[in-house]
């Protein structure tokens, strides 16, 4: 469960005051899937990444699981972002250095989880995205489709509770963004995930089991 | 896993971390070549003084008016059980001449059975006259030549090598058996005594006993420890060491601040993979020790190369400067190797600690908009 409660942020560029989200209220029950949309610069990307705990909101609350996580230490956030929450990312953001293999494995590397089972739970996850027995690759040698589904991979290694989605087909031609969100849509239906997309791509918000609108900084309609 | 992505980021910028390593290098192998040097240069010296470190030269105490040590003093000290030989010397400046040729210079008064304790002759037999090589030089004189010591007559039965001592300069004596002295010089008291301690540290013990049995009523002589001359030497050579080393260290600083430079940029050009790295459960310290274990492994690597190449350095400057090499693999020689491994990797890890805390600091959210 996800709740924000009348959140602010502002923004100080220079001297000049950017209020990017101004009084926003939204709660997501445990396995929804809600297609946040807007134009850019509405703040979208800014609530998800409140709802992310990548940062903190100028006013207001956002509660994950009941916990209020302005209370959270800056080591108690990272680890609810590691154990209940999966970023999906425009550019991916695959570390070049390493596989696809090693890339999924990096959050429980960060958990701490042995090696073997790591190994095996992220085979099975490349498996589960379509890219089984190309672990090997590394992002430079993989399409744009196939990274974000390395991404994906990666999000659920930790097996979160929550997969927060940033523009995820923002870079891929429209069959690879058909792939990627078949996935994201069938983890929802079949494992339960609560998923937060966002996007200003109108035909994603069928894939959606409610669209909130969000125009300067305030929800204008949800549904 | 922390290991190998750290070692996969050096390897991504191969020339970078190369150079870094040569810096680092550079550094431990010019202070450990001038460690070596330094202390192979200290045992050189040392070793003319080797024979000496365990003797102890006992004079009149001047200051409380005693200007001999009598034949019962020296009886007494005879009986001191840490004494191993117990060398009392007469001395006296006197006129030689030889074909005209005339100079004065210090006799010595030594019994003929152990003269051969404190000199090593380069001609001839111990049992009669010694002169010391300048003095031979000097009056162009040969065993058999016939001197002329405080208007007595004498045979030069041996010249003594060229060498060094603190208690007497062999280049410049002349030696006499005790009798031939006390005929030429009417029975002088002694003015030194020179024992052969049993080991150097049963000194300390030897000197307790002569306060106690000679020096007991009136402090009547004074005890000089060779020991003490050493220990000075070792400390002005340890010291030249050390600051030789420091200038040395000059270049493991720039080595330093380069490595400094290139983790600097690191950080920024991966400013987004730490975002990332944070955003999916990365600590703060994680990433912290991403960086150091980064700098790590470039101070190991360069360390052990800069430390196996120091050997040929130290070689090199001791055979080109000392002319020998035998102190280079000496365990005192080794301990620089490693002091300068240790410099190296130390100044790796803390040149690294700056870039590696402002990764830390990064707020996951800006690390990741950063262009």
Known sequence: ?223 | MLIELALRNLARTKVRSTLAIIGIVIGVMAISSIGIFGESLKAVILENFKDVANEVIITPNYIHGYTSIDARTVRKIETIPFAETVIPVKSESALVEYRGKKTYVTVYGIDVRKTKDLFELEKGTYKGCLVGSKIADFFKLRVGSRITVARKDFRVTGIIKEGARFDINPNYAVILPLRDFDRVFNDREYSMVIVKVKSIDKIDAFKKAVDKIVNRKENKVSVFEMKMIIERIKNVFGKVTLFLMAIAGVSLLVAGISILNIMLMSTIERTKEIGLMRAIGAYRETILKLFLTEALILGLVGSAVGGALSFLGGYSIDVLILKTAKYVFAPSSIVYVFLGIAFGILTALISAMYPAWKASKLEPIEALRYE
């Open chain 1, 1 to 223: 469960m996800i709740e924000l409660v009348d959140v602010v942020k502002k923004y100080r560029i220079g001297t000049h005051e950017v209020v990017a989200l101004n009084g926003v209220s939204l709660s997501v029950r445990d396995g929804e899937f809600v297609v946040i949309m807007g134009p850019s610069g509405s703040g979208k990307s800014t609530l998800l990444h409140l709802i992310g705990c990548l940062d903190k909101p100028t006013s207001g609350k956002v509660i994950i699981d009941g916990e209020d996580t302005s209370k959270l230490s800056d080591r108690e956030l990272t680890e609810l972002r590691r154990d209940k929450i999966g970023f999906v990312f425009q550019q991916y953001y695959l570390i070049p250095t390493l596989t696809a293999l090693e890339n999924v494995e990096l959050p429980m590397v960060f958990k701490g989880v042995p090696k073997e089972k790591r190994h095996s739970r992220a085979e099975e996850l490349l498996e589960l995205v379509g890219l089984k027995g190309q672990g090997d690759r590394k992002p430079n040698e993989l399409s744009g489709g196939e990274q974000q589904r390395v991404a994906i991979a990666r999000a659920l290694a930790n097996e979160p509770s929550i997969l927060l989605c940033d523009e995820p087909t923002g870079n891929l031609d429209t069959k690879s963004g058909k792939v990627v969100m078949d996935i994201i849509k069938r983890l929802n239906v079949e494992e339960g995930v609560t998923v937060v997309l966002v996007t200003h791509d109108p035909s994603l918000s069928d894939y959606g089991d409610r669209v909130v609108r969000i125009r300067d900084g305030r929800i204008i309609h949800a549904d």
